[in-house]
């Protein structure tokens, strides 16, 4: 069965054709790489490389609201570029078919047609090959998925804007089904007609209360549209059942890995715990035993625990709907940026692992929960910037990723991160700029590329994912920030931005210690490490430079190692 013969979920035939690519044993093991279909790359000639010279042209807003012809054909010829980075799973953003007279869909949210890939986008095929091509690179494939709403696919009466009413004694009166306009009113809906499947193409399907006018107000959040998209209503069994076949089905029909939710904080809990563990189940009866889920969820660790962590300590409730595997690491984002570039005290990070002790019954097993990031295409700072906006100092790039990849957490990298992509503006299309030329192309240029596996960013970060890759600690180990001092009699936390971060990562009898340079002069501090773990006189080497070593030393009641490090530099040490 083709993905256009495809109009109900009872027509899906769920047993899989051949025999699945296996789940990750632990995710922790995972660095995922995180695309915009449409920014990323089409399969065309390769334009030229871009280079700081070129000159920038002036940017045409409107041209970053429209789909510029990324595909998925240009993702598989893309996938060694993305394995020399280090990454070895692929976030994909949504490839599912959204209304085609909507040019401004290029993300992929609104969704018209659950069960088809997006014609712009390319085909079924296409997405199957590339789920084949990265498994045969012992990579993995993770859609985004969304439960929460529909795209604009109907109006309200006279397609007037409405707006949530609180105290509406019902929901507010359907208008009408959007059309392509090729149909008669008596005629079935045509493939660009309504939504798909057609188990969704009932008004009372849809809470229908009106676009959210107050975010903060949970009511609001959780039942009214996500502007024009429309608000599913999944407390329905239907409507629920309809969106675990819906997804199951891609599982199915691609061998898809894992998926990332969106919007979860506008979804009831016991909705996404029941879609979340129905998904799991099915993952396991087919032989994926280890499938994948995280969320969108902006908040605090007290709101993100509602939906995840099954050694969560929640006090003072008995209501949780465990559901998720993880959850974005907003709570990091908000802080690491700022820590990184020097401006912020980096007792910030401490206090954010701190809250891993009273949340967690094990602390060290907290990072399988979060997948860590330091750019992505949805923000909650404005105006809408990358990490490196304003910002010539590509070494700190390196460090924001090196912190993601040797801390608690599954790291993610937002495509450009590594070419040093500066996007930033008033509008999120910004901080999506084409990696391959287009009309909207990265530092406002069009005509060239940028995979450029030589960038010192993309390099930088290849190194310490290979490091990563070979060392256990760094994946699952219990973390440490630990004192500095730059005489070597006085210890204490950092206080400053311009200093050396230094924590370690400890696992059994194993400790690796990570010291950062966030200042722009050299430093040459000394790091507390474990006395239990090391001796007078052990030597330690750099993992990233063999060729350096260090030797451990008492100081007073401490053990500690003294580590020069470059402006911006990073060492990585473990007994040599």
């Not at 990265?134 to 795209?151: Q, S």
């Not at 109907?154 to 089904?177: L, M």
């Not at 996404?272 to 129905?278: D, E, R």
């Not at 190194?463 to 004192?483: N, P």
Request: net charge negative; proline share 4%.
């Amino acid at each position: 069965m083709g993905q256009n013969d495809v109009r109900s979920v009872n027509d899906i035939d769920f047993t899989p054709n051949d025999d699945v690519f296996p789940s990750p044993l632990d995710w922790r093991d995972v660095f995922i790489y995180f695309l915009l279909v449409d920014r990323f790359d089409n399969n065309e000639d390769d334009l030229e490389l871009y280079d700081s010279s070129v000159k920038a042209q002036e940017p045409d807003i409107s041209q970053g609201k429209r789909f510029q012809g990324g595909n998925i054909k240009g993702i598989t010829r893309r996938l060694d570029y993305i394995k020399g980075l280090g990454a070895n799973a692929i976030w994909l953003s949504p490839v599912f078919r959204n209304r085609q007279e909507m040019d401004d869909s290029y993300h992929g949210y609104g969704i018209q047609d659950f069960l088809k890939v997006d014609e712009r986008f390319g085909t079924l095929e296409d997405l199957q090959e590339l789920v084949r091509e990265a498994h045969i690179r012992d990579m993995y494939v993770i859609l985004d998925i969304i439960i929460n709403h529909t795209g604009d696919n109907w109006a309200y009466p006279a397609d007037h804007p409405y707006y949530y009413w609180k105290d509406a004694p019902g929901p507010f009166d359907f208008g009408y089904w959007r059309t392509s306009g090729k149909r008669k009113d008596s005629d079935p809906f045509l493939a660009n007609d309504a939504v798909w499947p057609e188990e969704l193409q009932d008004p009372a399907c849809y809470k229908r209360r009106g676009q959210i006018r107050d975010w903060n107000d949970h009511d609001q959040a959780v039942n009214g549209d996500f502007f024009t998209l429309k608000e599913l209503d999944v407390r329905q069994s239907s409507v629920l059942d309809t969106l675990i076949k819906v997804y199951k089905y891609w599982i199915r029909k691609a061998d898809i890995d894992g998926f990332r939710m969106d919007t979860v904080k506008h979804l009831e809990s016991s909705s996404t715990a029941i879609f979340c563990n129905a998904i799991k189940e099915y993952a396991r009866y087919i032989g994926k035993h280890n499938f994948f889920i995280f969320g969108e969820i902006v908040g605090d660790d007290t709101t993100i625990q509602n939906y995840i962590g099954r050694n969560s300590r929640i006090p003072g409730t008995n209501e949780r709907f465990p559901s998720l595997d993880a959850a974005l690491d907003f709570p990091l984002y908000f802080v690491l940026e700022e820590v990184i570039k020097g401006f912020s005290d980096p007792s910030a990070l401490r206090d954010r692992y701190d809250a891993f002790r009273d949340l967690y019954t094990d602390h060290g097993e907290a990072g399988r929960y979060f997948v860590t990031f330091v750019d992505n295409h949805d923000q909650m700072i404005r105006p809408y910037r990358r990490f490196m906006h304003g910002n010539m100092i590509h070494e700190q790039a390196v460090l924001a990723m090196s912190y993601l990849l040797t801390t608690q957490g599954i790291p993610c990298i937002y495509y450009g991160t590594e070419q040093g992509f500066d996007g930033g503006g008033h509008d999120d299309a910004y901080i999506r700029e084409c990696m391959f030329g287009g009309n909207w192309g990265a530092f406002n240029t069009t005509g060239h590329h940028f995979f450029d596996p030589w960038h010192p960013i993309y390099a930088g970060i290849s190194d310490v994912a290979k490091v990563r890759k070979m060392e256990k600690a760094l994946r699952y180990g219990r973390q440490y920030f630990r004192q500095t001092s730059a005489n070597g009699n006085d210890y204490s936390h950092p206080c400053s931005g311009k200093c050396t971060l230094a924590y370690s990562r400890i696992l059994d009898t194993t400790e690796i210690i990570i010291a950062m340079n966030l200042d722009q002069e050299p430093r040459n501090d000394y790091v507390v490490i474990d006395k239990s773990l090391n001796s007078e006189g052990q030597r330690m080497i750099d993992l990233l430079d063999p060729e350096k070593e260090f030797f451990a030393e008492t100081s007073g009641s401490r053990m500690v190692v003294k580590v020069p490090l470059d402006a911006y530099g990073i060492s990585i040490l473990k007994k040599g």
